[in-house]
């Protein structure tokens, strides 16, 4: 089994930053296609930003230079680091991953942009 919890959603007003911690645990081994996802009010769930099979990264358009996903493989932690926020970024933030061919999701955490 692996868990995934996020952390670092708030509210924050357009033009800031914040960062999204997802801490993974369980079966760290053999994890996969960890990324994240967004939902917004009144719209279904959408990729943000993914590392890709190739170890590349890849991003949404609308988050291109301002988003920036990462890990650090000692602490088990991917991170989400958010520049240059705006109100239409305001979503419930999740973090997933694949293990043994399952889609885990953490259970999100929050994110407002606002003045």
């Known amino acids: 089994q692996v868990q995934l919890v996020e952390s670092g959603g708030g509210l924050v007003q357009p033009g800031g930053s914040l960062r999204l911690s997802c801490a993974v645990s369980?079966?760290?081994?053999?994890?996969?296609?960890m990324g994240w996802y967004r939902q917004a009010p009144g719209k279904q769930r959408a990729l943000v930003a993914a590392?890709?099979?190739?170890?590349?990264?890849k991003y949404v358009d609308s988050v291109k230079g301002r988003f920036t996903i990462s890990r650090d493989n000692a602490k088990n932690t991917v991170y989400l680091q958010m520049n240059s926020l705006k109100p239409e970024d305001t979503a419930v933030y999740y973090c997933?991953?694949?293990?043994?061919?399952?889609?885990?999701w953490g259970q999100g955490t929050r994110v407002t942009v606002s003045s």
């Open positions: 997933t991953g694949t293990w043994l061919g399952s889609d885990y």
């Open positions: 369980g079966s760290t081994t053999g994890i996969y296609a």
């Open positions: 590392f890709t099979s190739g170890g590349g990264t």
